[in-house]
T-cell receptor, first 110, second 116 residues
Framework: GEDVEQSLFLSVREGDSSVINCTYT??????LYWYKQEPGAGLQLLTY?????DMKQDQRLTVLLNKKDKHLSLRIADTQTGDSAIYFC??????????FGTGTRLQVFP | GAVVSQHPSRVICKSGTSVKIECRSL??????MFWYRQFPKQSLMLMAT?????????EQGVEKDKFLINHASLTLSTLTVTSAHPEDSSFYIC????????????FGSGTRLTVV
């Protein structure tokens, strides 16, 4: 079955880089996503990567994909207090459903 | 960009009553919508997949008679929590699928349901 794992917590100092990691199991996923959830809110799509790509950069965000190891990461450069939130990676299953990771709570301190 | 509007954002109801949550795609047609439930500090759990004009497909362990889903048009899906109990209190989020090539799963802002 599908299983998407993430570390639960990450704490960084403002201005540093944050790296959030994710491992997934469904090698047939064509797209992989990163979502951000602020308290009491829905999910905001941050970025996505197509499975035939190794890297994608979008302003402060860099996504790295290691398809062989089924490992996905999200790097946030120059992390700000407004980046404090829960970050979910997600893959599309072979039944065309979004499967979410367990979520990583990012805390940014001054 | 694609926008999904979800209402209400918060609702408090008494045990035994029913609550309807609406999810609308505002600027695109969504043939498929998804309903998720999220417990505090946990990930999103897919409850059901809603297809316009047909019956919803429920995930294992989700009671279809308790969580009624209707997808009567290409822009509206509703989730009705029937005979609500305190254990149904949760955060419910809908999602509509657009163009995957553009990262096209758009989420509503969620509904916080509290059953007292």
């Amino acid at each position: 079955g599908e299983d998407v794992e993430q570390s639960l917590f990450l704490s960084v100092r403002e201005g540093d880089s944050s790296v959030i990691n994710c491992t997934y199991t469904d090698s047939s996923s064509t797209y992989l996503y990163w979502y951000k959830q602020e308290p009491g809110a829905g999910l905001q799509l941050l970025t996505y990567i197509f499975s035939n790509m190794d890297m994608k950069q979008d302003q402060r965000l860099t996504v790295l994909l290691n398809k062989k190891d089924k490992h996905l990461s999200l790097r946030i450069a120059d992390t700000q207090t407004g980046d404090s939130a829960i970050y979910f990676c997600a893959e599309i299953s072979n039944t065309d459903k979004l499967i979410f990771g367990t979520g990583t709570r990012l805390q940014v301190f001054p | 960009g694609a926008v999904v509007s979800q209402h209400p954002s918060r609702v408090i109801c008494k045990s035994g009553t029913s609550v309807k949550i609406e999810c609308r795609s505002l600027d695109f047609q969504a043939t498929t919508m998804f309903w998720y439930r999220q417990f505090p500090k946990q990930s999103l759990m897919l409850m059901a997949t809603s297809n316009e004009g047909s019956k919803a497909t429920y995930e294992q362990g989700v009671e279809k008679d308790k969580f009624l889903i209707n997808h009567a048009s290409l822009t509206l899906s509703t989730l009705t929590v029937t005979s609500a109990h305190p254990e149904d209190s949760s955060f419910y989020i809908c999602s509509a699928r657009g163009d995957r090539g553009r990262g096209g799963y758009t989420f509503g802002s969620g509904t916080r349901l509290t059953v007292v």
